[in-house]
């Protein structure tokens, strides 16, 4: 059976890994290799933290994005009205709060995983199987390590 527990601790607070993930996504969106920056630049156009409309518009400003919309878009997709708000709260949310950003950034690149349409199909998988389940915008994906 695969353990349902997180297979790694975080040393650092979510306000803070925030912040330092906002500066790789920044350094991403800046990135002169466009399938590094699209990807950050159509998050940034989706979470409406921009008064670009379009995604050409945003990457032909690219270079001057600056880390405070990034953590705006960050904030917006954590489901809060501004990332002032989010830093306010998110230190008392549970790790698993942000555990798509650490998913994102590799830290579970060790281990196993199975991705699933949605997290109920995730969740009926877990009960018979283990796993720890990360949501992943509509998605959900199964963390598995030997427990």
């Not at 695969?2 to 906002?22: K, M």
């Not at 933290?49 to 904030?75: C, F, N, P, Y």
């Amino acid at each position: 059976m695969w353990s349902t527990s997180c297979p790694i601790q975080s040393s650092v607070s979510n306000s803070d890994y925030l912040r330092e993930h906002a500066r790789r996504l920044l350094r991403q969106a800046r990135d002169g290799d466009t399938s590094a920056s699209m990807p950050v630049l159509r998050r940034l156009i989706a979470s409406k933290v921009t008064r670009a409309e379009r995604l050409a518009d945003l990457h032909a400003i690219r270079d001057d994005l600056q880390l405070k919309l990034v953590l705006s878009m960050l904030a917006a997709e954590l489901g809060y009205a501004s990332w002032d708000a989010c830093k306010s709260d998110i230190d008392r949310q549970p790790d698993a709060a942000i555990d798509r950003y650490r998913l994102d950034a590799g830290a579970f690149n060790d281990f196993e995983k199975n991705w699933f349409a949605n997290e109920p199909e995730a969740r009926e998988w877990q009960r018979a199987h283990g796993g720890y389940i990360v949501r992943y915008g509509e998605q959900a994906v199964a963390i598995l390590k030997k427990g």
